[in-house]
């Protein structure tokens, strides 16, 4: 699947002009993979609402550059809970 397989979907319910079909899910036309498809974008919107509440996204407590590895505890112990 590619990187921006999201803005092909997009485009695709634009023009079958099937937006709002699962809205909400329990809707009775909603199923297959409508209602599949709906479950990942509740998935998306939940883990985007988190971060927006203050969690950490970057990869930057535990990372390599360069084949340096950086590392901060401090980050270790602010961000526990918060990480995926």
Request: charge should be positive; hydrophobic fraction near 25%; charged fraction near 25%.
């Amino acid at each position: 699947m590619s990187k921006n397989w999201i803005q092909g979907v997009n485009r695709s319910i634009k023009k079958r002009g099937t937006k709002g079909k699962c809205t909400p899910i329990t809707k009775p036309g909603c199923t297959g993979r409508a209602k599949a498809l709906a479950k990942t974008f509740k998935k998306m919107a939940k883990k985007r609402k988190k971060l927006a509440g203050g969690g950490y996204a970057g990869p930057a407590i535990h990372s390599s550059y360069d084949g340096v590895e950086l590392n901060n505890p401090s980050y270790d112990s602010y961000y526990k809970g918060m990480l995926d």
